[in-house]
């Protein structure tokens, strides 16, 4: 009974997480249409490992201005600057981490059956 | 074939990294590995082991490491690795190994062939010598005999003729002509005649060849000088014997000055001849010992003596040393043990 209730807290808390990175960002990402796989591809291209894709995105959310981002300046006359917000730390770092996680490149990669 | 299949990875991943389909399909080559990593070198995807790191470098593993920009799907180094089979390599082996000895044997059936057609003519020459030798040597043997007999007879006989200058020049030349004919049978003989080894009194059979060769250094006013110890006895073939002394004291003569001084002296240890004739060049030294080589050619002779000479102390193991001064004169030192 005990390990019920500890797997179902887990599962809860999972959900929770992941729920926070869909309310705190991705909601507003999606009723703006913004590519957010495009946008994780540009960090990816330019930053490589996860580790400075994070930093670069902290840096920018920290500071959002054009030059921060890693979009190109056309970008910004379709979509709007995004607004500083106010989080705490450790909600931004989670924040990140998630983002990073959902559009981890390595959930996609699948090794092709055939030979050449 | 490694830097290709690297180039080829890194277009794919280029083709891959601006697909949006939900499975990005990685290339899985035959017989190669690939592997990406990102900037910090941790593995991202691939089909090389995850648990080898980037740097590390396995045995028997061909690797082509390298760092790319910009990072397509994140990738800073693509590393592509192929096991070596070493089938090939064991084939090659046994194919140069087999190559190299057939060259081998072709080249030493060339080198044997080409060898003798380059000494033929040498040969040929050498053969012609000593058979040229051999025959005039069969043919000398029997009027040699007759002039030395006879003059024998006629000092012993006729008494009034015992002291005439030319009964003495015909003896000298016919003993020079009566060695030359033993020096040559000896040399062609060398390895067909049994040889007797006996106790031979040394002191007795020098005594002896310098009494035979006293003429012929009487015509050169040549003083001969003894030291001989007497009861010198050596264990060897009194023809080898006779050779040894009779090529020594020859030369000593032949070689000598007039009035010119002819030394030998025997003892248990050593037989020693010296001359006070032209000498011998320190150059010519190291190849007197060959036949035919002859140091002068101011007398007559085959240049077989001194051949003779250390044949015959090869033979028993003595020891022979030359010293030679040009003009000075030259001392022949054969020691009896080495």
Redesign the interface.
């Known amino acids: 009974m005990g390990k019920i209730v500890l797997v179902w807290a887990l599962l809860l808390g999972v959900f929770a997480y992941s729920d926070g990175l869909e309310s705190r960002c991705l909601a507003c990402h999606k009723a703006q249409q913004i590519p957010n796989?495009l946008i994780y591809?540009r960090y990816?291209?330019?930053?490589?490992?996860?580790?400075?894709i994070e930093n670069a995105i902290y840096r920018y959310l920290k500071n959002p201005q054009k030059e921060h981002s890693i979009m190109p300046p056309q970008f910004f006359l379709k979509f709007p600057m995004k607004e500083k917000r106010s989080m705490d730390e450790r909600t931004l770092r989670q924040s990140i981490e998630q983002f990073i996680q959902k559009f981890d490149?390595?959930k996609?990669?699948?090794?092709?059956?055939?030979?050449? | 074939m490694l830097k290709y299949t690297s180039k080829k990875l890194e277009n794919r991943l280029r083709k891959l990294h601006k697909s949006h389909e939900d499975t990005l399909l990685y290339p899985n080559y035959k017989q190669i590995q690939t592997a990406i990593y990102d900037i910090d070198k941790h593995y991202i995807f691939g089909t090389y082991p995850k648990a080898h790191t980037f740097d590390a470098t396995q045995k028997g593993i061909l690797y082509e490491k390298r760092k790319v920009e910009p990072y397509y799907l994140g990738a800073a180094y693509i590393l592509v690795a192929k096991p070596i089979n070493e089938a090939p390599i064991v084939n090659l082996k046994k194919n140069i190994l087999f190559f190299m000895l057939i060259a081998g044997l072709v080249f030493s059936v060339l080198g044997y062939y080409l060898g003798r057609l380059f000494v033929a003519p040498m040969r040929e020459s050498l053969n012609r010598m000593n058979q040229f030798i051999q025959d005039t040597t069969h043919e000398l043997n029997t009027p040699i005999s007759t002039i030395l007999t006879n003059i024998e007879m006629i000092e012993a006989l006729n008494t009034e003729h015992q002291n005439a200058k030319e009964l003495k020049r015909i003896e000298i030349a016919s003993k020079t002509l009566s060695r030359i004919y033993d020096d040559l049978s000896y040399l062609n003989l060398n390895h067909h005649y049994h040889r007797k080894i006996e106790t031979i009194d040394f002191s007795a059979l020098t005594e002896e060849r310098i009494a035979y060769f006293s003429s012929m250094a009487k015509a050169k006013d040549i003083k001969i000088v003894r030291h001989i110890v007497e009861g010198v006895q050596v264990e060897m073939d009194k023809n080898d014997a006779l050779r040894l002394i009779d090529n020594l004291c020859s030369n000593a003569i032949k070689y000598n000055k007039h009035h010119g001084t002819l030394e030998v002296i025997l003892n248990h240890e050593t037989l020693v001849i010296s001359d006070t004739g032209i000498g011998i060049k320190k150059e010519d030294l190291k190849h007197i010992l060959q036949r035919f080589n002859r140091a002068n050619k101011s007398e007559g002779g085959f240049g077989i003596g001194l051949h003779i000479v250390s044949a015959v102390c090869e033979n028993y193991g003595f020891e022979l040393e030359m010293y030679s001064e040009i003009n000075e004169g030259t001392e022949v030192r054969v020691r009896w043990e080495k």
């Open positions: 796989d591809r990816l291209l330019k930053y490589s490992s996860a580790k400075n490149i390595k996609k990669l699948v090794l092709e059956k055939r030979s050449h």
